[in-house]
């Protein structure tokens, strides 16, 4: 009877190690999947950003070279 008593002993210690495993592994892959999900968002809001920056960047330019352009065909400002 003891060693029935100690199989169902560690028979139950096992499952429960096993029960708690699984719910930690759940866990995991649920926090795995939400990190994944920000990961993902934070990847768009950076292309965002990348995307507007070149565009500033190109306005900046084209606006530049037209500054340039005037101040170099003699079209100067006159003070009055």
Known sequence: MCI??????LSFFLFMK??????????LMEEN?????????LEDL???ARA???DIGIKYQAVS??????????HRCSAM
């Open 33 to 41: 999947r939400m990190m994944n999900s920000e990961m993902n968002r």
């Open 18 to 27: 096993a029960n708690m495993a699984s719910q930690t592994l759940s866990s």
């Open 4 to 9: 029935a008593a100690n199989f169902f002993k």
């Open 52 to 54: 507007e920056r070149d």
């Open 65 to 74: 070279d037209r500054v340039s352009t005037i101040l170099t065909s003699g």
């Open 46 to 48: 950076l292309s965002q």
